[in-house]
C-alpha cells in the first residue's frame, strides 16, 4: 500500500514539476491533475500526464469546471455531464470550454442540437482559440480543426481542418488521433487508407483511449488493412469496455450473443449490454430488452424496450409496439402498437411505417382506414421496404383506398419482385396471366409462378401446378401438374384438391376425381362442389342422381357459384331432380347471369324463346348479353333467326356474317350451319 503512495507521489512530483516550468496553458492532461488529489489518483490520470503538451506560451487560466468537463467526457463517456460543465466554464470566460461547448451544441451531445447557440459559442472562442492553436495547444488545434470541418463559426475549409487535425495528432493528442484514423478509414476528406489508420488508431489506443481500442478493434475484426482476427479484435473491445465505454460494451455483448469468433455466452452477452444499459445506451437497453424476449422474460423485455424507446430508439419503439400488437407479456392492445408505432414512423423508419400502415389496412383500430394505409404504405415502400411495396402493390390493384390502377400496381409489385417478395411474385405472375396492366405474357406469368413456388409460397405452387395443367406459358405436363397440386395441398392449399380433382376428372379416372371433389367440398370450394352435382347429373363414375345433383347444385350455388346456379336453375325449368318450378328456375338463372354466366343467359333466351306465347323481345336481350359477353353460341342463334325470319326478317347475309363471327371465334357448330346457308340458299355465287 506504501509503495503505492509513494509511485502516486512521484507521479504527482513529475505532474507539479511541468506545471511549475509552465504558464497555466489550457492542457487537458493538466486539467486533469488539479481535480485528484494523492489519494484519489487513478489510472485515468496517469495515461493522461503521457500527453503533457509540449512547451508553449499561453494565458487561458484553467478551471475547475472545465478540467471535470474533460474528464466526464473523455473518460467516463458522460456528454450530458460534460455539457453542463463545458457551460459553467465557458460562462466564465475559458475559450476551449467555449469550443467545446459549440461541438456538442453542434452535434446534439448532451444536450439538443442548437445551431444557433453553437455559432455563438464558437464565435466567441475563436479569436482565443486561433491564438492557442497558433502556440500549437493540441486541443486548441483540434477544435479549431472542428470548426473547419463543419463550418461552425468560420467559413467551411476541409484542408485546414486536416491540417490541423494532422497536428494535433501529431502532438500526441488522442481523440485527435483517433479522429483522423476515421477519416483514412472511411475516406472522408482523405484518400481511404487502411494501414495509415491503424497507425492513429494504434498511437490513441496504446495511450489507453477506449474509443481508439474500439475502432482498433474493428479493424482486426473485419480485416481493414489487416488479418482478420477476432480474438484480437475481442482484447481491444474488452479493453474499452473495461473502462466503461458503452459502444464497446455492446459490441462485446454482441460478439457473445451471436459467437462471433468466441464461444456464446448468453450470461456474458447480458453483462456487457445491461453494463452499458445502466449508463442510458439506448441501444444497449434494446439489446438487453431482446434478449429477455427471447427467453420470454416479457416484463424485463417490456422494461427495457421502455427505456430505450422514450429516448427515441425507433427500433425499441417499433419492437414495443409488436409486443402490445401480439399481447407478448401484456395485453393485447392496438392503440398502444399504434402509438409506438407511430412515433418510429414519424422518424422515418420504414419497418414501422409499413406496420403502422396494417394497423389502418387491416382496421385494427376502430375501422378499416384504406387512405391512412396507402399514406403509411407509401413512405416505407419509398424506402424500398418490400412488404409496404407489396401491400401497396395489391391496393392498387384492389382499387382499396385508391383508384385502382393497374399500371401503379405493377410498378410496386415488379419493385418487390425483384426484391424477392413472394407474394409480389405471385400477383405479378397473375396480371401478365391476366394481362391486367401488361400486355398477356404466360411465360413470363409461369416464371413469376416458379419463382413464388421456389420460395415455397403455396399460391405460386398451385398456380404454377395450373399452368403445367393447362400448357400455358410451359410445356404442358400433366405430371408435373399433379405432383406440384399434392404439394400445395399437402402444404394447407385447399384449393389444390378442388384442381386434383379436375385433373383426375380429365384422366377418367373418376372414383379418384369424386374423392378430391369430396375433400374440396369439406371446404366449401364451390367450384368442386359444382363438379359433384354435374356428376351425379350425368352419372359420371356414380351411378346417375338428379336429386343428389340437385342437392349438390343448391350447395354450390349458395355458396355463389355461376355454373351451378345456371344448371340448377335448368334442372327447376326442365323439373328434373326438384319439382318444376319456373319461378326457381329464372331466379336462379337471372342470378347466375347477373354473375356474367353466358349460358345461363343462353338459356333464359331459350326459355323466352319457348314460353307460350313467345316472347321474342326479352329472348332477343339475353340473346345480345350473351353475344355482348363474348358467348359464340349465341352469335348462332341470332344467325338462326336471320335466316328463318323469327323475330327478324329473313336475312341469309346477316346470317352469314353473325355464323362467320362465330365460325372465327373458334365455334365448330358454325362450319356445318354456314355450309347449309351458303349453299342451300346460293349465297356462294353472289
Known amino acids: 500500500m506504501t509503495e503505492k503512495k509513494g509511485q502516486k507521489t512521484n507521479l504527482l512530483e ?77 460562462n466564465d470566460g475559458n475559450p476551449l470550454a467555449q469550443a467545446n461547448l459549440a461541438k456538442l451544441l453542434f452535434n446534439g451531445w448532451g444536450t439538443l442540437e442548437d445551431y444557433s447557440s453553437a455559432e455563438y459559442w464558437a464565435k466567441e472562442s475563436l479569436s482565443q482559440l486561433i491564438k492557442l492553436s497558433d502556440e500549437k495547444v493540441p486541443e486548441a488545434m483540434y477544435l479549431l480543426a472542428f470548426f473547419y470541418s463543419d463550418g461552425v463559426g468560420v467559413k467551411q475549409n476541409q484542408l485546414a481542418a486536416i491540417e ?20 483514412y478509414m472511411t475516406g472522408n476528406d482523405l484518400n481511404q487508407d487502411y494501414k495509415k489508420s491503424i497507425h492513429w488508431f494504434r498511437s490513441a489506443a496504446n495511450k489507453g483511449y477506449a474509443v481508439a481500442q474500439m475502432n482498433l478493434g474493428i479493424m482486426y475484426e473485419y480485416g481493414y ?29 454482441s460478439m457473445y450473443q451471436y459467437g462471433k469468433g468466441i464461444n ?7 453483462h456487457w449490454y445491461k453494463s452499458a444499459a445502466d449508463k442510458g445506451n439506448a441501444e444497449a ?72 400502415g396494417r394497423i389502418y389496412d387491416f382496421g385494427l383500430i376502430d375501422t378499416e382506414n384504406d387512405l391512412e394505409a396507402i399514406k403509411w404504405y407509401t413512405k416505407a415502400a419509398e424506402q424500398g421496404y418490400v412488404k409496404a411495396q407489396t401491400n401497396l402493390g395489391l391496393m392498387y390493384k384492389n382499387g382499396e383506398g385508391v383508384i385502382e390502377d393497374a399500371n401503379e400496381a405493377v410498378k410496386w409489385l415488379t419493385m418487390a419482385t425483384n426484391q424477392g417478395s413472394a407474394e409480389a411474385q405471385n ?12 400486355d398477356k405474357n404466360d411465360a413470363e406469368a409461369a416464371k413469376l409462378f416458379q419463382l413464388a413456388a421456389d420460395q415455397e409460397y403455396i399460391e405460386g405452387i398451385y398456380n404454377l401446378a395450373v399452368m403445367y395443367h393447362s400448357g400455358s406459358g410451359v410445356e404442358k405436363n400433366i405430371t408435373k401438374a399433379e405432383e406440384l397440386l399434392l404439394d400445395a395441398f399437402d402444404k394447407g392449399y385447399s384449393y389444390a384438391s378442388g384442381c386434383l380433382g379436375d385433373l383426375y376428372y380429365e384422366q377418367k379416372k373418376y372414383d379418384v376425381a369424386i374423392e378430391w371433389y369430396l375433400k374440396a367440398a369439406e371446404n366449401d370450394h364451390s367450384c368442386a362442389i359444382a363438379a359433384l352435382g354435374y356428376m351425379y347429373s350425368k352419372g359420371i363414375g356414380v351411378k346417375k342422381d338428379d336429386e343428389e345433383a340437385c342437392r349438390w347444385y343448391m350447395i354450390a350455388s349458395e355458396l355463389g357459384n355461376k355454373s351451378a346456379m345456371n344448371n340448377l ?78 323475330y327478324y326478317n329473313q336475312d341469309a347475309l346477316q346470317a352469314t356474317v353473325l355464323l362467320s363471327k362465330a365460325y372465327e371465334a373458334g365455334n365448330k357448330s358454325a362450319t356445318d350451319k354456314l355450309e347449309i346457308i351458303i349453299y342451300g340458299e346460293g349465297l356462294c355465287n353472289q
Open 164 to 183: 490541423l487535425y494532422q497536428k494535433s495528432a501529431r502532438a500526441g493528442l488522442p481523440w485527435a488521433q483517433n479522429n483522423l484514423g476515421v477519416m
Open 14 to 90: 513529475k505532474s507539479k514539476n511541468k506545471l511549475l516550468n509552465k504558464p497555466l496553458i489550457v492542457s487537458l492532461v493538466l486539467a486533469s491533475i488539479l481535480i485528484i488529489s494523492i489519494a484519489d489518483l487513478t489510472d485515468a490520470v496517469q495515461k493522461l500526464i503521457d500527453f503533457i503538451t509540449p512547451d508553449v506560451s499561453g494565458s487561458v487560466i484553467i478551471d475547475q469546471n472545465y478540467v471535470d468537463a474533460e474528464h466526464l467526457y473523455y473518460y467516463e463517456f458522460d456528454k450530458n455531464g460534460a455539457f453542463e460543465k463545458y457551460q459553467i466554464s465557458a
Open 569 to 646: 336453375g335448368w334442372k327447376y325449368y326442365i323439373g328434373e331432380g326438384v319439382e318444376k318450378n319456373l319461378e326457381k328456375a329464372l331466379m336462379w338463372l337471372e342470378e347466375s347471369a347477373s354473375k356474367g354466366k353466358s349460358g345461363a343467359m343462353m338459356n333464359l333466351g331459350y326459355i323466352h324463346e319457348n314460353s307460350s306465347p313467345p316472347d321474342y323481345q326479352t329472348a332477343e336481350a339475353w340473346y345480345i348479353k350473351a353475344k355482348a359477353n363474348g358467348d359464340s353460341d349465341a352469335l348462332i342463334k341470332l344467325a338462326e333467326w336471320y335466316e328463318k325470319g323469327i
Open 427 to 438: 400477383t405479378l405472375g397473375y396480371m401478365y396471366n391476366h394481362g391486367y396492366g401488361v
Open 225 to 253: 488493412g489487416v488479418d482478420e482476427d477476432s480474438l484480437k479484435a475481442k482484447k481491444l473491445y474488452q479493453l474499452a469496455a473495461d473502462q466503461g465505454y458503452a459502444e464497446a460494451q455492446i459490441i462485446l455483448g
Open 285 to 356: 437497453q434494446r439489446r438487453l430488452a431482446s434478449i429477455y424476449k427471447i427467453s420470454e422474460n416479457y416484463t424485463e423485455a417490456i422494461k427495457w424496450y421502455r427505456l430505450s424507446a422514450d429516448q427515441g430508439d425507433v427500433y425499441a419503439q417499433t419492437s414495443l409496439g409488436d409486443m402490445y400488437y401480439f399481447g407478448e407479456g401484456i395485453s393485447e392492445d392496438n392503440y398502444e402498437a399504434a402509438k409506438w408505432y407511430q412515433k418510429a414512423a414519424d422518424q422515418g423508419y420504414s419497418k414501422a411505417q409499413f406496420k403502422l
Open 264 to 270: 456464446i455466452d448468453a450470461s456474458e452477452a447480458v
